[in-house]
């Protein structure tokens, strides 16, 4: 399957969601409030989800010497964003979390959750 960042980020703010979580066999899930809602679309598969982490974390992430990556970016005006890549560089599972907007007055913590 052939996601692509500017998809998952815009359907991230489109739907006011938290956070997107990419795990193999699974459709993407997006956070609404306090639940985890499957995107309709089909599932997708580690090399997916090797692609998109390694496009956005590169070659020497944060973080990686502890089994996990991350990598704050930003997407346009629509905001910024942390992906999570736990296993890097074989990642198993994608975590992207949206930081709250300055003009909401959010303290710039993610809002991502425990995976």
């Known amino acids: 399957m052939a ?3 500017d998809r998952l980020l ?4 489109r739907r006011n969601a ?7 066999g699974a459709s993407p899930m997006i956070r609404l409030a ?7 679309v089909p599932p997708v598969d580690p090399a997916t989800i ?6 956005q974390l590169g070659a020497h992430p944060a973080g990686r010497e502890e089994g996990y990556s991350y990598a704050d970016f930003s997407y346009g005006d629509v905001g ?3 992906a999570t890549a736990f296993g890097y560089p074989a990642t198993n599972v994608l975590l992207i979390s949206r930081y709250p907007r ?3 007055g959010g303290d ?3 809002q991502g959750a425990a995976v």
């Open 3 to 5: 996601l692509q960042w």
């Open 10 to 13: 815009e359907t991230c703010f």
């Open 18 to 24: 938290s956070d997107i979580l990419l795990s193999p």
């Open 34 to 40: 306090e639940s985890w809602r499957a995107l309709q």
């Open 50 to 55: 090797q692609a998109l982490a390694s496009e």
């Open 80 to 82: 910024r964003f942390r």
């Open 102 to 104: 300055e003009d909401s």
């Open 108 to 110: 710039h913590q993610t």
